[in-house]
């Protein structure tokens, strides 16, 4: 059988940034989000279907970033190596599926 995929919208792509970018900078909240994540999407206005597997967060990268370019970037289309569109939800977590 076929695993449910959710696909975010733009304005929840910007959500889930913030609260990537703010695990990021907070171990705890990574935790947390380990522990339920459908609370802590809940908290950052991200409804979330219930039966769809929630997306891990990704790895922090090396080297420094600033939030406002990580949620610009995840309403905006990127191309990707092999030319489709993307955006830096896709790019950070596979299980949302084409988002087109």
């Given at each position: 059988?076929?695993?449910?995929?959710?696909?975010?919208?733009?304005?929840?792509?910007?959500?889930?940034?913030?609260?990537?970018?703010s695990?990021?900078?907070?171990?705890?909240?990574?935790?947390?989000?380990?522990?339920?994540?459908?609370?802590?999407?809940?908290?950052?206005?991200?409804?979330?279907?219930?039966?769809?597997?929630?997306?891990?967060?990704?790895?922090?990268?090396?080297?420094?970033?600033?939030?406002?370019?990580?949620?610009?970037?995840?309403?905006?289309?990127?191309?990707?190596?092999d030319?489709?569109?993307?955006?830096?939800?896709?790019?950070?977590?596979?299980?949302?599926?084409?988002?087109?």
């Open positions: 059988m076929a695993e449910s995929v959710y696909v975010f919208g733009d304005e929840d792509r910007r959500k889930f940034a913030r609260l990537v970018a695990a990021w900078e907070d171990g705890g909240l990574k935790g947390r989000y380990d522990g339920d994540p459908r609370a802590l999407l809940g908290q950052y206005g991200i409804a979330y279907p219930e039966g769809v597997p929630t997306p891990p967060l990704p790895p922090r990268p090396e080297g420094e970033f600033d939030i406002t370019e990580l949620e610009s970037a995840a309403g905006s289309a990127a191309f990707t190596t030319g489709t569109a993307s955006s830096v939800s896709t790019a950070l977590c596979t299980c949302f599926g084409d988002p087109q």
